[in-house]
């Protein structure tokens, strides 16, 4: 069993690298291959493997697959296209900040504020981290240099994919982060508010910069929400407007998500990006 971990308490674990290089046998799916499907038949596999795995411990999986799939093909639209901002990998907020991404001194004024917050009026300004975040093309040439596109999976690649932003740590200006995305392989009316609330949450720090710094004209922070299927109420629940833009009259609403794409194939991924990034 070399991608299933026997735990002291009796229980399997899926080794969730090692089961996605083996699955896939190194290689990518094919452009047309549903994410869906794929994840399902790999799904057959473990269990045949291992018994002892729970729907609940696969589902958990999934989202990490997912998300790969996205950086792998992310990575390779870099890659591919001279144009393209780079998509990179944010581990999850108790093991990063992703506000340190910006120079010392921007990041210094977002702790400062959230002290301020919590100073004046004792609640916390609580934020969390989204699953991508898009760095200008330019810096990422600077700071990236040998580029390759990914053609064969291993542990050890996708140890890079996640390890990536480290190498922006504050390095980026004010322009440099070009937005974020937010991704899930499937959505409910909570995942919904989840991704909204991030995304009003992210273009009000932005407010809170452009306004600390005098920046008249800034060119927008964007925010984007991937899902492996998106129906017409999860599109016009995601309509919903960035908050901080209600309060003044000197400025149309912003939305929270500037747009949801349905991604559930590589090809699809590759349409994507080819409008996220551009």
């Not at 697959?65 to 390779?76: D, G």
């Not at 909570?190 to 004209?217: F, M, P």
Request: net charge neutral; glycine share 4%.
């Amino acid at each position: 069993m070399p991608y299933i971990r026997l735990l002291n308490t009796g229980k399997s674990r899926v080794i969730k690298d090692v089961a996605f290089c083996t699955l896939l046998e190194g290689q990518l799916p094919s452009a047309q291959k549903s994410f869906s499907s794929l994840f399902t038949a790999f799904d057959a596999e473990v269990k045949k493997t291992d018994k002892r795995i729970t729907t609940g411990a696969m589902s958990n999986v999934h989202g990490d697959w997912y998300e790969w799939l996205l950086a792998i093909s992310a990575w390779n639209h870099f890659c591919n296209n001279p144009n393209s901002h780079l998509a990179i990998l944010l581990p999850n907020i108790t093991q990063f900040d992703v506000s340190t991404l910006y120079e010392q001194r921007l990041s210094s004024l977002i702790v400062d504020l959230k002290n301020k917050v919590s100073e004046v009026s004792g609640v916390q300004l609580i934020t969390s981290n989204p699953d991508f975040v898009i760095i200008n093309r330019e810096l990422a040439q600077e700071i990236l240099k040998g580029v390759a596109e990914i053609k064969e999976l291993t542990p050890e690649i996708l140890s890079f994919l996640r390890s990536v932003y480290q190498n922006f740590i504050s390095k980026c200006t004010f322009e440099q982060i070009e937005g974020f995305i937010s991704v899930k392989t499937s959505l409910r009316p909570d995942r919904r508010l989840q991704i909204s609330h991030e995304g009003s949450l992210l273009k009000a720090l932005y407010a809170h910069l452009q306004t600390r710094e005098w920046i008249t004209s800034p060119k927008g922070l964007k925010y984007f929400a991937l899902a492996t299927k998106i129906s017409k109420a999860d599109r016009n629940a995601l309509k919903t407007v960035a908050t901080h833009s209600l309060t003044t009259v000197f400025s149309l609403p912003q939305a929270a998500v500037d747009e949801v794409f349905e991604v559930n194939t590589l090809q699809q991924a590759d349409l994507a990006f080819s409008s996220i990034l551009s």
